[in-house]
């Protein structure tokens, strides 16, 4: 496996620049077209044209870094904006360590590469929003019609990049194939002291609102039997979730709820509303869809036990995806090359943008550790050295994937 050498600095440097947009003690703020968001975007965009790459911004909010000429060009990146508190490597990593890849091939005299960041990949309006657009999974309108947890629409959110952008979607015939480095969000190359992931493959995921609604009264006169409490009816399904679901989970299968929001949340006051997100993981889709279910009956069986209104909305839902087998051989001779025996083939928990590119071009990914595991945090790391190690990976197997050694 031929290697190309990547400039450690000048990784390092722009990671801390870009980690500087929204940083909130060691983490970001970053949401998608946030002012953090933008003004990030912007940076990468400058810092894609230093490299000789023509930065063009689509209507999503998608920023890639074109190179001269008509292509196709490989592709790697990742995305910039973050969770609502994030950490500074998810998805950052990913496109700066692309964007060092993109400048040591070209350095070392390979084949021009293009890198993206795409859009709303933490989903502030939708699940991994701006490559589902890009590739055609979802149209424009149903991304301007998705809200963020205030009620702001996408097409109110990307007023901000009115004159950015190109005006149309660039075709995926434009690309080769993809390649994301990511940081792993999980324990496993952390406690295995390794440094590269070779994705195989990425979770499916399904999620849907669920929201009860009983009756909002006084908290020291109601009598415990006269109340239709809607936090309670939460507390109840949540109860009975781990056990309705044992026969049908494997030790890999996951399943959150993340998101609550409590009407009229006063102390004194029994809840009359209650509105929270039910997520769940898995790898394999028949899974995904016994576990839906198993979580409706049960939404509906508490409701109907405890006197409650029910109703499930905003539903998202994402298969399983393969990872490209020969780009993903490419990542694994490249960790072979970089890191002799410190690396391993596993699955991603997390979902990336890549499962959406998958439906258009041939994709693989590949992981640095998070030291603890830890991730969506603003106690989020990686070792510096992981970084490095990781995009000299990331460099070598773009190279490869591009048909260049040098
Ligand atoms: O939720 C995820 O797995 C991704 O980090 N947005
Ligand atoms: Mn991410
Ligand atoms: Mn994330």
Redesign the pocket.
């Known amino acids: 496996m031929a290697v190309v050498k990547i400039n450690p600095e000048r990784l390092l440097s722009d990671l801390d620049t870009l980690r500087g947009f929204g940083r909130t003690g060691t983490g970001v703020v970053r949401p998608a077209f946030t002012k953090p968001d933008l003004e990030a975007r912007q940076w990468v965009a400058r810092r894609m044209a230093d490299a000789g790459l023509n930065p063009v911004f689509d209507p999503a909010g998608n920023l890639f870094g074109l190179p001269d000429g008509d292509g196709p060009f490989f592709l790697t990146g990742s995305h910039t904006d973050s969770?609502p508190e994030g950490g500074w490597l998810?998805?950052a990593y990913g496109v700066i360590a692309g964007l060092e890849a993109a400048r040591a091939i070209a350095e070392a005299g390979g084949p021009p590469v293009a890198v993206v960041s795409f859009q709303d990949?933490?989903?502030r309006f939708g699940?991994?929003t701006g490559s589902q657009v890009w590739s055609g999974l979802i149209t424009m309108d149903e991304a301007d019609a998705l809200t963020d947890a205030n009620g702001v629409t996408f097409s109110e959110a990307r007023k901000d990049i009115e004159g950015w952008h190109s005006g149309t979607l660039l075709p995926p015939s434009l690309f080769t194939g993809f390649l994301e480095a990511h940081i792993e969000?999980g324990p496993n190359l952390d406690l295995a002291k390794e440094a590269i992931g070779v994705v195989e493959m990425i979770v499916g995921?399904r999620e849907f609102t669920v929201t009860y609604r009983g009756e909002t009264n006084h908290a020291g006169t109601t009598p415990m039997t006269n109340r239709r409490d809607a936090v309670q009816g939460m507390a109840a399904f949540a109860s009975k979730l781990d056990e309705r679901l044992r026969n049908v989970v494997v030790p890999s299968t996951v399943w959150t709820i993340g998101r609550v929001s409590v009407e009229p949340n006063a102390s004194s006051i029994v809840p009359g509303k209650v509105s929270f997100s039910m997520q769940w993981?898995d790898g394999d889709s028949d899974r995904l869809a016994r576990m839906d279910r198993i979580i409706r009956d049960l939404v509906a069986e508490t409701a109907e036990a405890m006197n409650l209104e029910m109703e499930l909305s905003n539903f998202h839902g994402l298969e399983p995806v393969p990872m490209d087998a020969a780009l993903a051989d490419h990542v694994a001779d490249a960790a072979q090359a970089h890191a002799p025996g410190r690396w391993r083939r596993m699955p991603s928990?997390?979902?990336?943008d890549a499962t959406n590119v998958a439906s258009v071009l041939p994709v693989a990914m590949m992981f640095v550790p998070s030291i603890g595991g830890i991730?969506?945090s603003f106690q989020e790391d990686t070792a510096r050295d992981d970084l490095v190690v990781g995009a000299e990976v990331l460099a070598s197997a773009v190279a490869a994937c591009a048909g260049f050694s040098p």
């Open positions: 969770q998810d998805g990949e933490e989903g699940m991994i969000q995921t993981r928990g997390a979902l990336h991730s969506h």
